[in-house]
Every structure is written in C-alpha cells, then in structure tokens.
C-alpha cells in the first residue's frame, strides 16, 4: 500500500479511513485490467466510461451543458454521441494508463510513439529548455510517458490529488520510466529552473482556474485561462512546442509535435496576451477536429459570469 510521504500533513483517522477507501477499489481494478490482453483492456474501458455516463451524475450534466453551448448548432442525438464518446475515452485512458505503467519501454512503444520531434530533440540536445503544451485530449498521460520513455529529459506539471494513497500510486506509475513532476500549486519559479536546467516542462493546458484575473475567449465563451504557458516562454524567450495526440487507425496513441510557437524578441504584456490566444486556438482546433476526444466533462467556463472579470479595463498577468 502505497503511504503519504513525510511531509504530508497529519490526516484525522476517519479521513484516513475514508481515502483508503476510495484507495481500495484502483487497487482492484488495477489488478483486473493487469489480466487483460492490450485490446480487450481498452475495449473494456471504453465500455465501463461509457456506461458511466449513463448514470444521471453531475458529471455527465455538465458535459451535456458544455457540448450544448459550444454547438448550439448539432442536433440533440449528435451531442449525445459525442458526450458518450468523451466518457468511453476516459475509461480508455485509464485502461491504457494502466497497461502502459505495468510494462516496460518495449511494450510501450509498441502502443504510443512520438512523431515529427526533430526541432524538440535538436532544442533540448543543444542543452536549451523547451515547453510541450499539451490538452486534456486523446490520452496525454500516454503522451508524457513516450516522450520521457523515448530519452527526453521531462518534468511535468501535475495536479496533487487529495487523496494521499491515490496521489503516491498515479505519481509513482506517471515517473515509471523516469522524469520529475511539479505540483500545481505555485509552479511559476519551478518551471523556470526546469528550463534554465535544460529540460522540457510539460503543461497540460487548463481553461479553469480558480483564481486569476485573466479571461479569454474559448469557443466563443469566456473562460478564466492560466498566462503560465505564455509567461515562462515570453519571460525566458523559450519556444512551446504543441503536442497533438491522437490514435491512428490501429490504435496506436500518437503524439505529434507541430511546428513551435516562438516567443516575440521582447516581453510585453500584450505578447503575453497574443500567445494565450494562439494556443488556445490550437487546442481548440484539436478538439474541434474530434470532440470526444476532450474532457468535457469539467466546467471550463465555471467562472464566465465572475464579477472579476469586469471588474478591471486590463488583466494583472504578474
């Protein structure tokens, strides 16, 4: 069983016991998905996601809403369709996660692989830092992995989890074949030591914070962004280079590089803006060309109608 670290804070006997748990039933389907073959495991994913939106969760609402306003145009059947999609891929996700960390590099190159990486590896050999931006789309966690997997010396930028048993075993399978991670909280001057050390900080992009004063424009709605991506490049003028992942006709989860998106010669506020826009036209380009491939089911727009976004003529960025 896998225990807080030392430096987790005290956690009342009850709560302990809840997160156990919680805890308990990964650790059983982390043995059940172990049994099974590669295509069964995901077929079996892809079918316990998408039966759990069949369940009148929260969850599910909120991926109904979401699909709703950002394609008012689709008929009520498509939207359907797609928010079913998006819920088997997570089951997918988990599925491949787990077989992908029960495994060693062969295996894992044998269901992912990196493509199009000439100008990262060229970057990172010539002993600079880079930025992956990637999406909450397809299976990023299998992205993280191939690329650290495939030599490159990564850190990512990840969530902690509550839950200190659950935390330990996803963080544990996430540095399987190497790389570091840095929590989400605070990660400004981490992220840039990870790129004056000459490594590539990996940041999932997220079109939800829970504070900040930054709102842009995503799918035609507001949404409260995080400048991290765009600051770290603009402030150590490093460029980002946008990670696409996708499944090819197979199966076989690929991560694409596209071509970097290169910071301006000097900081500006307004450079910082233009680069937030920019890669969120990407992600949004990814996500337009497969809508279930995305997690839809967070509230990325939860804070649209915040009073902090008319409160101030101009966003405070540092």
């Not at 316990?48 to 008012?72: A, C, E, H, Q």
């Not at 491949?96 to 990172?124: M, P, Q, S």
């Not at 540095?175 to 000459?198: A, D, Q, W, Y």
């Amino acid at each position: 069983m896998s225990e807080p670290t030392a430096t987790t804070p005290a956690i009342p006997v009850t709560r302990r016991l809840a997160y156990y748990l919680e805890y308990l039933p990964l650790v059983w389907g982390l043995l059940l998905f172990r049994l099974l073959p590669w295509r069964v495991a995901c077929a079996r994913g892809r079918i316990l996601g998408r039966l759990f939106s069949f369940l009148p969760t929260r969850r599910y609402r909120i991926t109904i809403d979401n699909l709703t306003k950002v394609f008012p145009e689709k008929p009520a059947g498509e939207i359907t369709a797609i928010a079913r999609a998006c819920w088997g891929n997570i089951g997918r996700i988990a599925a491949e996660f787990i077989k992908l960390t029960d495994h060693d590099r062969a295996y894992l190159f044998e269901h992912c692989r990196v493509e199009n990486d000439g100008l990262f590896k060229a970057r990172l050999d010539s002993g600079k830092g880079a930025i992956v931006h990637i999406g909450h789309f397809t299976n990023w966690e299998a992205a993280g992995l191939a690329l650290t997997a495939s030599g490159y010396d990564t850190v990512a930028l990840t969530r902690i989890t509550r839950n200190p048993y659950v935390d330990a075993l996803v963080r544990a399978r996430r540095m399987k074949f190497g790389g570091e991670l840095i929590g989400h909280r605070n990660p400004f001057f981490s992220c840039v030591k990870t790129i004056k050390r000459g490594k590539a900080i990996i940041i999932a992009s997220d079109q939800n914070m829970p504070a900040g004063e930054l709102f842009m424009p995503f799918f035609g709605r507001i949404c409260a962004v995080s400048p991290l991506t765009a600051l770290l490049s603009l402030k150590t003028h490093t460029p980002v280079f946008p990670l696409h992942v996708l499944r090819d006709e197979k199966g076989v989860i690929v991560a694409r590089f596209e071509d970097p998106v290169l910071p301006p010669e000097h900081y500006t506020e307004e450079g910082v803006l233009e680069t937030v826009r920019l890669l969120n036209k990407i992600t949004e380009g990814w996500i337009r060309a497969n809508p279930g491939m995305w997690l839809w089911s967070h509230n990325r727009w939860k804070r649209e109608n915040d009073p902090r976004r008319f409160a101030k003529p101009e966003n405070k960025l540092v």
